[in-house]
Protein backbone atom coordinates (compact mmCIF):
# COMPACT_ATOMS: atom_id res chain seq x y z
CA UNK A 1 0.00 0.00 0.00
CA UNK A 2 1.10 3.53 -1.26
CA UNK A 3 0.33 6.54 -2.94
CA UNK A 4 2.07 6.00 -5.92
CA UNK A 5 0.95 9.55 -7.18
CA UNK A 6 2.95 11.20 -4.63
CA UNK A 7 5.55 13.42 -6.28
CA UNK A 8 8.48 12.31 -3.94
CA UNK A 9 7.82 8.19 -5.50
CA UNK A 10 11.14 7.46 -7.37
CA UNK A 11 10.88 7.67 -10.91
CA UNK A 12 12.33 3.84 -11.10
CA UNK A 13 9.87 2.63 -8.83
CA UNK A 14 6.98 4.11 -10.83
CA UNK A 15 8.46 2.61 -14.12
CA UNK A 16 8.86 -1.12 -12.37
CA UNK A 17 4.86 -0.43 -10.81
CA UNK A 18 3.59 0.39 -14.21
CA UNK A 19 5.05 -2.74 -15.89
CA UNK A 20 3.38 -4.71 -13.30
CA UNK A 21 0.34 -3.23 -13.22
CA UNK A 22 0.67 -3.57 -17.25
CA UNK A 23 1.26 -7.30 -17.18
CA UNK A 24 -1.27 -7.88 -14.49
CA UNK A 25 -4.59 -7.27 -16.40
CA UNK A 26 -6.41 -10.09 -14.65
CA UNK A 27 -6.09 -8.36 -11.56
CA UNK A 28 -8.18 -4.90 -10.61
CA UNK A 29 -5.68 -2.24 -9.49
CA UNK A 30 -7.41 0.50 -7.02
CA UNK A 31 -4.53 3.34 -7.10
CA UNK A 32 -5.82 5.74 -4.38
CA UNK A 33 -4.22 8.78 -3.56
CA UNK A 34 -4.39 12.58 -1.60
CA UNK A 35 -2.60 13.87 -4.79
CA UNK A 36 -5.44 13.64 -7.73
CA UNK A 37 -3.67 17.00 -9.38
CA UNK A 38 -0.48 14.49 -9.70
CA UNK A 39 -2.11 11.68 -11.82
CA UNK A 40 -1.88 13.09 -15.67
CA UNK A 41 1.98 13.93 -15.12
CA UNK A 42 2.48 10.59 -13.76
CA UNK A 43 0.67 8.09 -15.84
CA UNK A 44 2.02 5.57 -18.46
CA UNK A 45 2.95 7.18 -21.97
CA UNK A 46 0.41 4.32 -23.29
CA UNK A 47 -2.83 5.18 -20.02
CA UNK A 48 -4.81 6.38 -23.44
CA UNK A 49 -8.11 6.62 -22.15
CA UNK A 50 -7.16 4.39 -19.12
CA UNK A 51 -6.89 0.79 -18.98
CA UNK A 52 -10.02 -1.42 -18.06
CA UNK A 53 -8.36 -3.05 -15.14
CA UNK A 54 -6.83 -0.22 -13.54
CA UNK A 55 -9.70 2.34 -10.72
CA UNK A 56 -8.06 5.41 -9.78
CA UNK A 57 -9.53 7.13 -6.61
CA UNK A 58 -9.08 10.11 -4.49
CA UNK A 59 -9.67 10.74 -0.57
CA UNK A 60 -12.31 12.84 0.17
CA UNK A 61 -12.75 13.02 3.94
CA UNK A 62 -14.05 16.71 4.53
CA UNK A 63 -16.18 19.05 1.89
CA UNK A 64 -12.82 21.01 1.57
CA UNK A 65 -10.63 17.96 0.07
CA UNK A 66 -13.89 17.10 -2.30
CA UNK A 67 -13.72 20.37 -3.65
CA UNK A 68 -10.76 20.30 -3.91
CA UNK A 69 -9.62 16.73 -5.08
CA UNK A 70 -12.30 15.01 -7.11
CA UNK A 71 -12.07 18.14 -10.43
CA UNK A 72 -7.98 16.65 -10.64
CA UNK A 73 -9.66 13.30 -10.48
CA UNK A 74 -12.86 13.12 -13.20
CA UNK A 75 -10.58 14.90 -15.27
CA UNK A 76 -8.18 12.20 -15.63
CA UNK A 77 -9.76 9.10 -18.23
CA UNK A 78 -10.22 5.72 -16.10
CA UNK A 79 -12.37 2.55 -16.04
CA UNK A 80 -13.48 3.13 -13.14
CA UNK A 81 -13.12 6.37 -10.80
CA UNK A 82 -13.76 5.84 -6.74
CA UNK A 83 -13.93 8.22 -3.61
CA UNK A 84 -12.55 7.10 -0.46
CA UNK A 85 -14.59 9.30 1.95
CA UNK A 86 -13.02 8.10 5.20
CA UNK A 87 -13.09 9.42 7.51
CA UNK A 88 -16.07 10.83 6.97
CA UNK A 89 -15.58 14.02 9.36
CA UNK A 90 -18.25 15.82 8.08
CA UNK A 91 -21.15 16.17 5.74
CA UNK A 92 -19.77 15.61 2.30
CA UNK A 93 -21.49 16.97 -1.01
CA UNK A 94 -20.41 14.78 -3.90
CA UNK A 95 -23.37 14.96 -6.04
CA UNK A 96 -22.23 17.28 -8.93
CA UNK A 97 -19.62 14.62 -9.67
CA UNK A 98 -21.83 11.73 -9.89
CA UNK A 99 -23.57 12.47 -12.69
CA UNK A 100 -23.77 10.99 -16.01
CA UNK A 101 -21.60 13.06 -18.89
CA UNK A 102 -22.16 12.64 -22.53
CA UNK A 103 -19.01 10.67 -23.48
CA UNK A 104 -18.60 8.51 -20.45
CA UNK A 105 -21.95 6.43 -19.77
CA UNK A 106 -20.56 5.30 -16.04
CA UNK A 107 -20.40 8.60 -15.17
CA UNK A 108 -17.34 10.71 -13.40
CA UNK A 109 -17.59 9.07 -9.97
CA UNK A 110 -18.47 5.46 -9.86
CA UNK A 111 -18.23 4.30 -6.79
CA UNK A 112 -17.59 5.34 -3.22
CA UNK A 113 -16.03 3.83 -0.14
CA UNK A 114 -17.44 5.50 3.34
CA UNK A 115 -16.21 4.95 7.17
CA UNK A 116 -15.56 6.74 10.18
CA UNK A 117 -12.11 7.54 11.90
CA UNK A 118 -10.58 5.01 14.03
CA UNK A 119 -7.88 5.43 16.65
CA UNK A 120 -7.49 6.95 19.72
CA UNK A 121 -9.29 10.61 20.15
CA UNK A 122 -11.42 9.67 16.94
CA UNK A 123 -14.26 11.94 15.94
CA UNK A 124 -17.72 10.71 15.68
CA UNK A 125 -19.53 9.96 11.86
CA UNK A 126 -22.87 10.72 12.50
CA UNK A 127 -25.39 8.34 11.08
CA UNK A 128 -26.99 11.20 9.03
CA UNK A 129 -24.12 12.13 7.65
CA UNK A 130 -23.74 8.39 6.20
CA UNK A 131 -27.49 8.58 5.09
CA UNK A 132 -26.98 11.82 3.10
CA UNK A 133 -23.75 10.07 1.22
CA UNK A 134 -25.85 6.66 0.47
CA UNK A 135 -29.14 9.04 -0.81
CA UNK A 136 -26.67 11.03 -3.06
CA UNK A 137 -25.08 8.01 -4.51
CA UNK A 138 -28.33 6.02 -5.20
CA UNK A 139 -29.72 9.12 -7.01
CA UNK A 140 -27.09 9.17 -9.16
CA UNK A 141 -27.00 5.07 -9.99
CA UNK A 142 -23.57 4.94 -8.72
CA UNK A 143 -22.35 2.41 -6.24
CA UNK A 144 -21.79 2.77 -2.32
CA UNK A 145 -19.43 0.41 0.08
CA UNK A 146 -20.04 1.20 3.76
CA UNK A 147 -16.59 -0.54 5.18
CA UNK A 148 -16.76 0.52 8.93
CA UNK A 149 -18.64 3.08 11.64
CA UNK A 150 -15.37 4.19 13.35
CA UNK A 151 -14.35 2.95 16.81
CA UNK A 152 -16.39 6.35 18.07
CA UNK A 153 -19.61 5.07 18.86
CA UNK A 154 -21.17 7.86 20.44
CA UNK A 155 -23.93 7.97 17.89
CA UNK A 156 -24.00 4.43 17.22
CA UNK A 157 -25.46 2.55 20.23
CA UNK A 158 -24.32 -1.62 20.25
CA UNK A 159 -21.37 -0.74 17.71
CA UNK A 160 -17.92 -1.91 19.27
CA UNK A 161 -14.63 -2.36 17.99
CA UNK A 162 -14.05 -0.11 14.35
CA UNK A 163 -17.73 -0.72 13.97
CA UNK A 164 -16.64 -2.93 10.96
CA UNK A 165 -19.78 -5.49 11.46
CA UNK A 166 -22.40 -4.45 9.71
CA UNK A 167 -25.00 -6.52 11.73
CA UNK A 168 -24.63 -3.89 14.20
CA UNK A 169 -25.64 -0.85 12.05
CA UNK A 170 -29.02 0.45 11.61
CA UNK A 171 -30.65 -1.83 8.01
CA UNK A 172 -30.54 1.28 6.09
CA UNK A 173 -26.33 1.66 6.39
CA UNK A 174 -25.89 -1.39 5.42
CA UNK A 175 -24.73 -1.24 2.16
CA UNK A 176 -21.74 -2.82 0.47
CA UNK A 177 -21.57 -2.89 -3.19
CA UNK A 178 -19.42 -2.74 -6.00
CA UNK A 179 -19.46 -1.31 -9.65
CA UNK A 180 -19.48 -3.60 -12.27
Given amino acids: MADVFD ?18 PALDW ?19 E ?8 TTTENQEEANRRIPHLVAIPAAVR ?27 ISWIIVGGESGGGARPMHPDWLRGLR ?5 AGAKLFVKQIGTNH ?3 PG ?12 ADLRVQDFPQ
Fill in 154 to 156: ALW
Fill in 82 to 108: FLSVEPMVEPVDVAPWLGPRSHDRRGP
Fill in 50 to 57: GWPHVWLG
Fill in 159 to 170: VTGKGEDPVQWP
Fill in 7 to 24: NKVPTSWSVDLWSLIRST
Fill in 30 to 48: FLLTKRPQNISKMLPTDWG
Fill in 135 to 139: DQVHA
